[in-house]
T-cell receptor
Framework: DVKVTQSSRYLVKRTGEKVFLECVQD?????MFWYRQDPGLGLRLIYF???????EKGDIPEGYSVSREKKERFSLILESASTNQTSMYLC????????????FGQGTRLTVV | GDSVTQMEGPVTLSEEAFLTINCTYT??????LFWYVQYPGEGLQLLLK?????DKGSNKGFEATYRKETTSFHLEKGSVQVSDSAVYFC???????????FGKGTKLTVNP
């Protein structure tokens, strides 16, 4: 059974903390993505990676960075958490090719206080 | 840039009613089109897809047809069930890549 696993379902962090969100996939996919989901805004792309050590900014990269040292793992880093980063974070992986299916993790609900 | 516009919700229907959720898109190139669904408390999962003009995607009684001339991919189901209550996202691929562009989602509630 294919799987994308996010390290935490719920996180509460303080303003200014450095926060790490981890995502692991077991499908050998090249592409991995981080989105945030907010009510009324849908899913917005933060960063994506199309290969190990390769990354590109998405639509809302400010305040975030990413790391992909191994093919199966894609980490999202909040350098200094702020309250406006309170959100649901979703990781996805997709194989290369037209029309291929994206697989999503269960999401991490992050609250910054 | 590429974008997706889908009808705003929430949508509330009675069981066995007909469902349409409209979706139109703006894209450079020739995108693939998808509907993803998010059931309460669960992650997103693929509902159906279409990769070329006039293709019809179908799954679980849902259908959508890739209309290139109207840049649309409307989701339909003839008879909804309570178990169809979820948030539905219309999604396209961007610029020949695997990057996905999402609509804002439509929350569907089906009452018995």
């Amino acid at each position: 059974d294919v799987k994308v696993t996010q390290s935490s379902r719920y996180l509460v962090k303080r303003t200014g903390e450095k926060v790490f969100l981890e995502c692991v996939q077991d499908m050998d996919h090249e592409n991995m993505f981080w989105y945030r989901q907010d009510p009324g805004l849908g899913l917005r792309l933060i960063y994506f990676s199309y290969d190990v050590k390769m990354k590109e900014k998405g639509d809302i990269p400010e305040g975030y960075s990413v790391s992909r040292e191994k093919k199966e793992r894609f980490s999202l880093i909040l350098e200094s958490a702020s309250t406006n980063q309170t959100s649901m974070y979703l990781c996805a992986s997709i194989n290369r090719g037209r029309g291929t299916e994206a697989f999503f993790g269960q999401g991490t609900r992050l609250t910054v206080v | 840039g590429d974008s997706v516009t889908q009808m705003e919700g929430p949508v509330t229907l009675s069981e066995e009613a007909f469902l349409t959720i409209n979706c139109t898109y703006t894209a450079t190139g020739y995108p693939s089109l998808f509907w993803y669904v998010q059931y309460p408390g669960e992650g997103l999962q693929l509902l159906l897809k279409a990769t070329k003009a006039d293709d019809k995607g179908s799954n679980k009684g849902f259908e959508a047809t890739y209309r290139k001339e109207t840049t649309s991919f409307h989701l339909e189901k003839g008879s909804v069930q309570v178990s169809d209550s979820a948030v539905y996202f219309c999604v396209i691929t961007q610029g020949g890549s695997e990057k996905l562009v999402f609509g804002k989602g439509t929350k569907l509630t089906v009452n018995p």
